[in-house]
């Protein structure tokens, strides 16, 4: 696995309108001025994340984004994979065969490192981010 800047991004601006969350849509500009994140970037992250059913955008006056669930029902697995990241560290990305149609020798071990990540990521929700940055702030 390797966790682009999609995945990151994702992550830090679902993270942005969970925090920010006051029942009224936030538009992905004033995402993309608090996060420092293209606004271009954003629309296609956000697209990705609304087929998910991650978000739900509002259109017209006032319209923008709102999250979909509660942000402690959301786990960061779900939106990594929604902008199509993928959590495996195997090279062969699942298949039989890594290496002259075996297994390599370290197959199991990435096995095992992927599921531990995978385990991570769906324990934890954006609310317990948020949480967890905010007890850490003093907050």
């Known amino acids: 696995m390797q966790l682009t800047t999609k995945g990151r991004y994702a992550v830090t ?12 849509p936030i538009t992905l500009d004033i995402i993309s001025q608090r996060q420092n994140i293209s606004l271009s970037y954003l629309e296609q992250l956000f697209a ?16 923008g984004y709102l999250l979909d669930a509660e942000a402690k029902d959301i786990n960061l697995t779900q939106i990594i994979e929604a902008v199509d990241e993928n959590i495996d560290l195997r090279r062969c990305k699942g298949m039989r065969a890594c290496h002259n149609g075996r297994q390599c020798i370290s197959h199991q071990l990435w096995c095992e ?12 929700t954006l609310q317990m981010v948020i949480d967890d940055h905010n007890l850490n702030k003093g907050i």
């Open 48 to 63: 990705k994340l609304r087929r998910a059913e991650l978000v739900k955008s509002v259109r017209g006056p006032g319209g």
């Open 13 to 24: 601006a679902m993270l942005d309108l969970a925090s920010n969350d006051t029942g009224k």
């Open 113 to 124: 490192v992927s599921e531990q990540i995978r385990t991570f990521l769906n324990g934890k």
